[in-house]
């Protein structure tokens, strides 16, 4: 049996355990994806694509709440935004490997993918989180315009490579900049330029956050953008995303009482319907952002 002839019969039996209206969903999910495969491109006036993305986001968050795996959402979103990285290799970009200026920076994410990048993180074991834990807490007490002032690594950055390339986050993917040197100068704190940036970068950018925005909220997600230390940090406290979307209660791994008993677990004091309690105040990092500051930043 060939592929497509697979592919048919698994849709078929897929369909059969199905009721009538999950049946719709699933197989409106599935042309939603088939819709996107080539990415949302950003020349193109056409909100087909974006519209399908959206869909096709929100109904594995459905799903993600169902089975508490949010990694199929996750990937799907990366696996687009890849696509449409694809489609614009032939616009001039500095970037290249070993070059991580845009690292040191602010890093903006979404609840989904800080908890999908925890996951990582957890089975790297005590080093890991210790580093991402250390890096919180020496970038807590900046906001949005005073990091820049004061730029550190990504806790993730090794030897001026991403340690979790295939999992990093959308900005990541979508950050590019048309001269490394004034990278150099203005993501070190040396200068103040303006970065030129691509501007099919930023529109794609653009596109998957606001693709990204209207996926949660339709399913009823928080869909806020969140420092990146801050997120991971809180991320790597929830146990999973079915308890985080329940709101379940949970402890952090070092919450012991004085005298070495573990306490009952206390309910996380303003956590939201995903399990990040909203890390920025409000209205932070969404002012308006300087062209400096947006290539790893997205208005949400
Ligand atoms: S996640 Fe990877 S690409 Fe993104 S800022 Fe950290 S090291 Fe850089």
Redesign the pocket.
């Known amino acids: 049996m060939g592929g497509q002839a697979k592919w048919r019969k698994a849709e078929i039996e897929e369909l059969k355990r199905q009721s009538p209206e999950e049946a719709a969903v699933w197989r409106q999910m599935q042309n939603d994806k088939r819709s996107v495969a080539f990415g949302i491109n950003p020349e193109s006036l056409d909100i087909a694509v974006p519209a399908a993305m959206a869909r096709a986001l929100s109904a594995l968050f459905n799903e993600a709440k169902r089975t508490g795996d949010i990694d199929p959402p996750v990937t799907l979103l990366y696996t687009t935004i890849n696509a449409t990285v694809r489609g614009l290799s032939d616009v001039p970009v500095a970037c290249k490997k070993g070059c991580?200026h845009?690292?040191?920076?602010w890093?903006s994410v979404t609840a989904p993918e800080a908890l999908s990048?925890a996951k990582i993180i957890k089975r790297r074991g005590d080093a890991t989180i210790e580093k991402i834990r250390l890096a919180y807490q020496q970038t807590k007490d900046y906001d949005f315009d005073a990091r820049t002032q004061h730029p550190r690594?990504?806790?993730?950055?090794?030897e001026d490579?991403?340690?979790?390339?295939d999992?990093?986050?959308k900005?990541?993917?979508l950050?590019a900049s048309g001269d490394a040197e004034i990278c150099a100068r203005t993501f070190h704190n040396i200068t103040d330029e303006n970065l030129p940036m691509p501007v099919m970068h930023v529109t794609a950018r653009g596109a998957y956050a606001i693709v990204m925005t209207a996926a949660l909220r339709h399913a009823g997600l928080p869909y806020h953008a969140y420092e990146?230390n801050a997120a991971l940090t809180r991320a790597l406290e929830t146990v999973s995303f079915r308890q985080a979307c329940m709101g379940l209660k949970t402890r952090p791994p070092d919450y012991r009482v004085a005298d070495g008993t573990s306490p009952e677990p206390a309910p996380l004091r303003g956590i939201t319907t995903c399990g990040l309690p909203p890390l920025l105040e409000e209205g932070a990092g969404r002012k308006p952002l300087s062209p400096r500051h947006a290539v790893?930043c997205e208005v949400q």
């Open positions: 991580s845009c690292c040191y920076t890093v990048i690594p990504c806790p993730l950055l090794e490579l991403c340690s979790i390339y999992a990093r986050p900005v990541c993917r950050a990146f790893l």
